[in-house]
């Protein structure tokens, strides 16, 4: 038997069954560790004492509105005493650290519930809601698949596919992370995929009022937003201005003063964390982090103008794709919309200032959209190169997010940026790319190239 022969026979098999068995290999990975970690020495062990540390700026957030100190949200000083004293009060190994809310004030409200109760059950709560929000969007994410295509015309969808959906999530990284930290993610997945299940059904008022919910996370919504208004027009930036205008109005009747403190605190914040102390750039998924760590290091210091140089010009190549394809289909549906909205998702990470890798697990919006269009494609024809290096860059992505940080810090490379960054090239090619949509006998919209064309 040659040595390339099991490898060969493994690129033949369907996309699914693959997918399959990377799963099943990840799945066998994360039990593994689950056990190790049970088994390990006490003072090696992970615990849920260690967990939730993210979600302590939140809990800080309630809490100070709960007990009438609003003035004091974006206050360090303040914030760094309150979070030691619940850490050892709750006795969590929370260390020296401390968790700044770098929310909109408005957001502080979703808290101040859960900062009615002890630290751990409304950790706990928080990990409820977050589990029945990601049980929602998981069902949203299968009916984003649609049916299965092929010569027979459209079937029902067989758990095969359906099931890698929930299979691949649940195991994935920025899951893993979210769920750890106690972030805000699983949230943010279902506001997207509401947002993009109105935008594919053309909903565009519907589109705008679900998008403009994300607004408490601007870095999830800013680059989405534009697309999505050039392609659905002026309701959907009705809807955006609604929501947006809304929650703005909340901010400035129910908690005076706290918005000039986010503007202006903010950014000084921000300053104090990843310039005037070393910063952990290998988690930052965006193209300044990746120019960062790499020219400079983890370091505490000024970002340098050629960073800045550096990251301009990839955001200008990146962008500027996006929006040549945004303006040359603004009216677009169907395909060429899925593929529109997958590219602008994907392109979200690398082009603002500040996103953390957790929140990569928005990233299954476009991976949904894109494994949708090859379901309808026939199993026996063959996908076009570019297409075959996208999955291949996003089976990399995925896989690598788990040794990412490690690695980063360790070579000063964000590979993760550079395989997302391909990714998104790719998507946004994809939605350029000149085909011709044909339809079959039972209605399904089908893009043949050119070349297959003629």
């Given at each position: 038997?040659?040595?390339?022969?099991?490898?060969?026979?493994?690129?033949?098999?369907?996309?699914?069954?693959?997918?399959?068995?990377?799963?099943?290999?990840?799945?066998?990975?994360?039990?593994?560790?689950?056990?190790?970690?049970?088994?390990?020495?006490?003072?090696?062990?992970?615990?849920?004492?260690?967990?939730?540390?993210?979600?302590?700026?939140?809990?800080?957030?309630?809490?100070?509105?709960?007990?009438?100190?609003?003035?004091?949200?974006?206050?360090?000083?303040?914030?760094?005493?309150?979070?030691?004293?619940?850490?050892?009060?709750?006795?969590?190994?929370?260390?020296?650290?401390?968790?700044?809310?770098?929310?909109?004030?408005?957001?502080?409200?979703?808290?101040?519930?859960?900062?009615?109760?002890?630290?751990?059950?409304?950790?706990?709560?928080?990990?409820?809601?977050?589990?029945?929000?990601?049980?929602?969007?998981?069902?949203?994410?299968?009916?984003?698949?649609?049916?299965?295509?092929?010569?027979?015309?459209?079937?029902?969808?067989?758990?095969?596919?359906?099931?890698?959906?929930?299979?691949?999530?649940?195991?994935?990284?920025?899951?893993?992370?979210?769920?750890?930290?106690?972030?805000?993610?699983?949230?943010?997945?279902?506001?997207?995929?509401?947002?993009?299940?109105?935008?594919?059904?053309?909903?565009?008022?519907?589109?705008?009022?679900?998008?403009?919910?994300?607004?408490?996370?601007?870095?999830?919504?800013?680059?989405?937003?534009?697309?999505?208004?050039?392609?659905?027009?002026?309701?959907?930036?009705?809807?955006?201005?609604?929501?947006?205008?809304?929650?703005?109005?909340?901010?400035?009747?129910?908690?005076?003063?706290?918005?000039?403190?986010?503007?202006?605190?903010?950014?000084?914040?921000?300053?104090?964390?990843?310039?005037?102390?070393?910063?952990?750039?290998?988690?930052?998924?965006?193209?300044?982090?990746?120019?960062?760590?790499?020219?400079?290091?983890?370091?505490?210091?000024?970002?340098?103008?050629?960073?800045?140089?550096?990251?301009?010009?990839?955001?200008?190549?990146?962008?500027?794709?996006?929006?040549?394809?945004?303006?040359?289909?603004?009216?677009?549906?169907?395909?060429?919309?899925?593929?529109?909205?997958?590219?602008?998702?994907?392109?979200?990470?690398?082009?603002?200032?500040?996103?953390?890798?957790?929140d990569l697990l928005l990233l299954a919006v476009p991976a949904v959209l894109v494994a949708g269009e090859f379901l309808h494609q026939n199993a026996s024809?063959?996908?076009?190169?570019?297409?075959?290096?996208?999955?291949?860059?996003?089976?990399?992505?995925?896989?690598?997010?788990?040794?990412?940080?490690?690695?980063?810090?360790?070579?000063?490379?964000?590979?993760?940026?550079?395989?997302?960054?391909?990714?998104?090239?790719?998507?946004?090619?994809?939605?350029?790319?000149?085909?011709?949509?044909?339809?079959?006998?039972?209605?399904?919209?089908?893009?043949?190239?050119?070349?297959?064309?003629?």
């Amino acid at each position: 038997m040659r040595p390339t022969s099991f490898l060969q026979s493994y690129l033949l098999r369907p996309l699914h069954q693959r997918l399959w068995q990377g799963a099943f290999a990840l799945w066998a990975l994360f039990l593994t560790v689950i056990l190790l970690n049970a088994f390990s020495p006490p003072d090696k062990a992970v615990d849920a004492h260690m967990v939730g540390t993210d979600f302590m700026a939140f809990y800080t957030s309630g809490s100070f509105l709960h007990s009438g100190r609003a003035c004091e949200l974006y206050n360090l000083d303040s914030i760094r005493n309150f979070q030691h004293a619940t850490a050892t009060a709750a006795h969590m190994d929370f260390g020296d650290k401390v968790g700044p809310f770098w929310n909109p004030p408005f957001y502080a409200w979703v808290f101040v519930p859960l900062a009615a109760l002890p630290y751990w059950k409304a950790l706990t709560l928080w990990g409820c809601l977050s589990l029945a929000a990601l049980a929602c969007a998981l069902v949203l994410l299968v009916r984003m698949l649609g049916r299965r295509g092929g010569s027979l015309g459209q079937q029902p969808l067989g758990w095969r596919y359906w099931a890698l959906v929930p299979a691949l999530v649940l195991v994935s990284m920025p899951f893993v992370r979210a769920i750890n930290h106690g972030q805000n993610t699983l949230f943010s997945l279902l506001l997207l995929c509401l947002t993009v299940n109105a935008w594919r059904s053309g909903r565009a008022l519907a589109a705008g009022l679900l998008g403009g919910l994300l607004l408490y996370k601007p870095q999830l919504v800013a680059v989405m937003a534009v697309v999505m208004v050039l392609n659905l027009g002026w309701r959907s930036l009705l809807g955006l201005a609604l929501t947006g205008g809304t929650l703005l109005l909340v901010n400035v009747l129910t908690l005076p003063g706290t918005l000039g403190d986010y503007l202006h605190r903010l950014p000084l914040i921000v300053h104090h964390f990843q310039v005037e102390m070393p910063y952990a750039w290998g988690r930052q998924t965006t193209f300044l982090g990746f120019w960062r760590l790499l020219l400079q290091g983890p370091a505490a210091g000024q970002t340098s103008m050629v960073v800045r140089l550096l990251n301009a010009a990839c955001c200008t190549l990146l962008g500027g794709g996006l929006l040549l394809a945004g303006l040359r289909f603004a009216r677009c549906t169907g395909l060429r919309r899925d593929r529109l909205i997958a590219a602008s998702v994907a392109a979200m990470p690398l082009l603002m200032p500040y996103y953390l890798d957790y929140d990569l697990l928005l990233l299954a919006v476009p991976a949904v959209l894109v494994a949708g269009e090859f379901l309808h494609q026939n199993a026996s024809d063959p996908y076009p190169p570019a297409d075959r290096w996208l999955i291949r860059l996003w089976g990399l992505l995925y896989v690598w997010m788990i040794v990412n940080p490690g690695m980063a810090g360790l070579t000063h490379v964000n590979l993760g940026v550079v395989l997302g960054g391909g990714m998104a090239a790719l998507l946004v090619g994809r939605t350029l790319r000149q085909e011709k949509v044909v339809f079959a006998e039972d209605g399904r919209a089908i893009a043949v190239s050119q070349a297959q064309a003629a």
